[in-house]
């Protein structure tokens, strides 16, 4: 149960693109079409951002994006804004009622 | 709506139950999991449960220690921590269905461990 491997910060201007990765296993990330993509404001809990590697739930902008290639997902926000300045976690399922998380990249809005 | 409680100080190899309760929805429908966090760091994943408590999870570091557990009936769901370690201090969320769209989270409550 080693954690996903997440860049530990990405950083954009207002407006820009960033894209951050979550690399796992063929066991993990590259097994199952079950990642998620959670952000969390210092002191608030988890928010669900995407699922099923893609989908973005009812209320979620649609500058946010995901998609997956082998054992790597990736999540994409387009168009910058001051309050996606967050920390970002991925998640997938590993298998026999196991989950594991990124350890994290922290999105900074310059 | 997920409220925790049940999160204190405690001694190591003390035990302690957390609390999760449910309102405006079916406890029943739905997975259910707890995830920590430690001060300043990442998320982790702890345990799950499925909808009727036949199916379990845990992480490798509190297997043999934690137990998840659930009341249907009365829209709860627990974890049962047992030799609990200075590592295990942690803000606890608990959270419904982590993988899907229906995903929702509690506020947290914090364990800490220590002498």
């Known amino acids: 149960q080693s954690a996903l491997t997440q860049p530990r910060s990405v950083s954009g201007s207002p407006g820009q693109s960033v894209t951050m990765s979550c690399t796992g296993s063929?066991?993990?990330?590259?097994?199952?079409?079950?990642g998620s993509w959670f952000q969390q404001h210092p002191g608030k809990a988890p928010k669900l951002m995407i699922y099923?590697?893609?989908k973005r739930p009812s209320g979620v902008p649609d500058r946010f994006s995901g998609s997956k290639s082998g054992n790597t997902a990736s999540l994409t926000i387009s168009g910058l804004q001051a309050e996606d300045e967050a920390d970002y976690y991925c998640?997938?399922?590993?298998?026999?009622?196991?989950?594991?998380f990124g350890g994290g990249t922290k999105v900074t809005v310059l | 709506q997920l409220v925790e409680s049940g999160g204190s100080l405690v001694q190591p190899g003390g035990s302690l139950r957390l609390s999760c309760a449910a309102s405006?929805?079916?406890?029943?429908?739905?997975?259910m999991y707890w995830v920590r966090q430690a001060s300043g760091k990442g998320l982790v994943w702890v345990s799950r449960?499925?909808?009727?408590?036949?199916?379990?999870g845990y992480a490798d570091a509190v297997k043999g220690r934690f137990t998840i557990s659930r009341d249907n009936a009365n829209n709860m769901f627990y974890l049962q921590m047992n030799s609990l370690r200075a590592e295990d201090t942690a803000v606890y969320y608990c959270?419904?269905?982590?993988?899907?769209?229906?995903?929702?989270w509690g506020q947290g409550t914090l364990v800490t461990v220590s002498s």
């Open positions: 998640c997938s399922y590993a298998g026999s009622e196991t989950l594991v």
């Open positions: 063929s066991s993990d990330v590259g097994a199952y079409s079950s």
């Open positions: 449960i499925n909808s009727d408590g036949s199916r379990t």
């Open positions: 959270a419904r269905d982590i993988l899907s769209s229906s995903s929702a």
């Open positions: 099923d590697v893609s």
């Open positions: 405006g929805f079916t406890l029943s429908s739905h997975w």
